[in-house]
């Protein structure tokens, strides 16, 4: 089947300059939807993912966004796996959470050497990548290496990962601090059920615990000491902007409500009011009103996101990299994108009716889904708008002479 025949048209800022395979690659997310939206209810009920979901994103090859061509993998761009993880989302937002996270970390590997990328990948191009910058261990030199021990919370995928990128720091002892990354195998670690969240419970973003673990001295850097890095194969972004991608499972949200309350309306929803309104509440002006405006803001927030995932793939493919006006001008996407949804739910929740509340109702959960993921601090934009602002319009030293007008 052409993939475009099944393409969601509201991606399609997204979607409209995607090459044959990742369009491919898009339509098999699409293809997803209701059996992830059959098992969404036992993620949020279990804490963590059901193995069927993993199983199925596995199958369709969507674990292998990040994993280079070189390991059979696809080195999707940002655009696309922007349109992935948010038709996931439509299924199951701890789903499309988690996928994102697997991406990123994925994508993160580039800070490290070609070897340890080998060992991640050439005997499993399906090897996950989870990640945790909640918490920053010493990292012990010894013989060959590091022993780390620590805690790192907020780990989000972590149940079905192969991998965990986890931040360390130096010895109190070094002769200055510096902050790194140290790739552990999951299979060393145990993580503690530490989750328990109002939403996005089945991305299971548990604690992470490391206790006299070792890891290899190319298992770990200092950024700070990495300058020639390697920078990957131009179709994969770097570690730049990647905060942007998150705002893809939030689009999904907003999508996976839109169509839940159309579908309801559209099915003949009374409108129970105290004045005298039409026997259906999609005759209502009032309520059309809304669903348009709900409309316009979540296809805003899909264009803001669409502005930051074709900025990051037109670095990746020139080799430049992003400004840092245009990497706050991204985080500012990001968040307004996710307010933007926020509002979008609950214009359409107040035309839903209070059913789409009851425990029984999946609104309700991906309401709550939607809650949790947006106070994440990529979506913090007071604080980015600060950012922003001093970047845009540069502010003079002290010392520089003030000039009179007029």
């Known amino acids: 089947m052409d993939p475009s025949k099944v393409m969601n048209d509201r991606l399609e800022a997204l979607t409209a300059d995607l090459p044959a395979e990742e369009l491919a690659l898009v339509s098999a997310a699409t293809s997803l939807v209701p059996a992830l939206s059959a098992n969404a209810e036992t993620a949020d009920t279990t804490g963590r993912l059901p193995d069927d979901d993993v199983s199925a994103l596995r199958k369709e090859g969507l674990l292998r966004l990040a994993t280079p061509r070189t390991y059979g993998g696809h080195e999707t761009g940002a655009c696309a796996a922007t349109a992935v993880a948010a038709e996931v989302a439509r299924g199951c937002s701890s789903a499309s959470w988690v996928l994102t996270v697997y991406y990123t970390a994925g994508i993160a590997l580039w800070l490290f050497p070609d070897q340890v990328r080998h060992r991640v990948w050439a005997e499993d191009p399906d090897a996950t990548v989870c990640g945790s910058s909640a918490g920053a261990a010493p990292a012990r030199e010894v013989a060959g ?46 993580v503690e059920n530490t989750w328990n969240m109002a939403g996005m419970r089945g991305t299971g973003s548990d604690t992470i615990i490391a ?130 949804i926020r509002q979008a739910v609950d214009k359409l929740l107040d035309v839903g009716g209070a059913g789409r509340f009851a425990e029984s109702d999946p609104a309700q959960r991906i309401w709550r889904d939607l809650g949790t993921a947006t106070r994440h601090p990529a979506f913090l934009t007071e604080l980015d708008r600060e950012q922003y602002g001093r970047l845009l319009v540069p502010i003079p030293s002290a010392s520089a002479p003030t000039v009179a007008l007029g």
Request: with cysteine; hydrophobic share 50%; aromatic share 4%.
């Open 145 to 190: 290496g590091y022993l780390l021990s620590g805690r790192w919370g907020w780990a989000s995928g972590v149940h079905h990962a192969s991998w965990a990128i986890l931040t360390v720091v130096t010895e109190a002892g070094a002769s200055r601090r510096e902050s790194g990354f140290a790739l552990v195998a999951t299979s060393e670690l145990s």
């Open 211 to 340: 206790d006299d673990v070792f890891v290899p001295a190319e298992q770990v850097v200092f950024p700070a000491r990495s300058a020639g890095a390697s920078e990957g194969p131009l179709s994969v972004p770097r570690p730049q902007g990647l905060m942007g991608a998150l705002a893809a499972p939030v689009l999904g949200m907003g999508m996976a409500i839109y169509d839940r309350v159309v579908e309801r309306l559209g099915a003949g929803r009374p409108l129970v009011s105290a004045g005298r309104p039409p026997a259906r509440a999609i005759d209502s002006p009032a309520v059309q009103a809304n669903i348009a405006d709900a409309a316009m803001l979540i296809d805003s927030a899909i264009l803001q996101a669409a502005r930051t995932a074709h900025a990051v793939d037109r670095a990746t493919r020139t080799g430049a990299r992003l400004s840092p006006v245009a990497i706050a001008r991204s985080r500012m996407d990001c968040g307004l994108a996710a307010r933007q």
